[in-house]
Structures are given as structure tokens and as C-alpha cells.
């Protein structure tokens, strides 16, 4: 059980992830994985740090 910070964190990754294969902006191997750099605005907020930890960099 959550507040649901974390699936709103979660959320906005697949969003974010969805939105650069469909824009075509940045690159993405043959697993999916896609290679560039973020910036999460708000880090330090609930979901800005959710986020922030889901991500692998």
C-alpha cells in the first residue's frame, strides 16, 4: 500500500519513455533501453524524487 507517489513516479517514466519512441528523439537500442540524458524538474518532491531513484543513471 502506497499514497501513490510511487506509482505516479512510475507513471510518468513510462510516459516519458513512450513519448521519445513515438517522437523518435533519442536513441534506443534493440532491448528498448534508451540512451540520453534527463533532468527531472522538482526532484526533491515525492514524485521528482521517485523518479529520480527509478531512473538508471
Avoid: Q
Avoid at 534493440?30 to 518532491?45: C, L, N, Q
Wanted: glycine residues 16%; contains cysteine.
Amino acid at each position: 500500500m502506497t499514497t501513490g507517489n510511487s506509482y505516479s513516479a512510475s507513471g510518468a517514466l513510462w510516459a516519458a519513455h513512450a513519448a521519445l519512441r513515438k517522437l523518435g528523439i533519442a536513441p534506443i537500442d534493440e532491448h528498448g533501453i534508451i540512451h540520453g540524458k534527463a533532468m527531472v524538474v522538482g526532484a526533491t518532491g515525492a514524485i521528482g524524487s521517485g523518479a529520480r531513484a527509478c531512473w538508471p543513471w
